[in-house]
Every structure is written in C-alpha cells, then in structure tokens.
Nanobody, 119 residues
Framework: VQLQASGGGLVQTGGSLRLSCAAS????????MGWYRQAPGKQRDLVAF???????TYADYLKGRFTVSRDNAKNMVNLQMNSLKPEDTAVYYC??????????????WGKGTQVTVSS
C-alpha cells in the first residue's frame, strides 16, 4: 500500500495550496480517507476526514478555510487550503482507514508533505 502526498511548499500568509494524495494497493473506493498534520513539537492532529460515502469531518479550528475532496476514478484525495496562516505550518499526512472514523487509528499512512506558511 502506498499513499503518496504531494503539493506542499512555501507560501505567504493568505495564500493557497492544494495537496493531493495518490493511493495504490488498496481498493480506494472502499476506504475512508483522512488528512492529518503535525507541527514541530506538537502531536499529530486531524485536518479533515472524508468517508467513502462522501461525508466529511473537519477540524474545528479550520473555520471553512480548507476543503477536502476525493476522486475515486483516480484513486486520489485532495485538500484545498486557502487563507493560510503561519500556524498552518506542518507536515501534512494522508491516511486511509477501512472502518468508520476512529481519530488517529488509521490503517495506512503516507510519508507526508511539508507546508510552510511565512508571515
């Protein structure tokens, strides 16, 4: 199983980035997908979780700035991040879970992509 995240980089405050995660080795349409992030010195936290049926859970702190989507035909899940803030700086991870949402209990994790927001 591989979850390959891409699209990270350096952006100024207020800018946007679009992260993508390409999945292989799983029947993608059968998996719930999540985006998580981990800032330096902090625990890994949920950003967004999208079920195979399309229901979405976002972290409360996002306040509508991020949008998760999935393309089952391409085996991809995306994260559109707008109005970025320095506190969004973190490594962003893509993850997959066969079961219902279980917090950090995901079946598979990708290696992450770095997002850095400059002030």
């Amino acid at each position: 199983v591989q979850l390959q995240a891409s699209g990270g980089g350096l952006v100024q405050t207020g800018g946007s980035l679009r992260l993508s995660c390409a999945a292989s080795g799983i029947t993608f349409s059968m998996y719930n997908m999540g985006w998580y992030r981990q800032a330096p010195g902090k625990q890994r936290d949920l950003v967004a979780f999208m079920s195979r049926s399309g229901s979405i859970t976002y972290a409360d702190y996002l306040k509508g700035r991020f949008t998760v989507s999935r393309d089952n035909a391409k085996n991809m899940v995306n994260l559109q991040m707008n109005s970025l803030k320095p506190e969004d700086t973190a490594v962003y991870y893509c993850a997959a879970r066969r079961g219902d949402y279980g917090g950090m209990a995901m079946d598979y994790w990708g290696k992450g992509t770095q997002v850095t927001v400059s002030s």
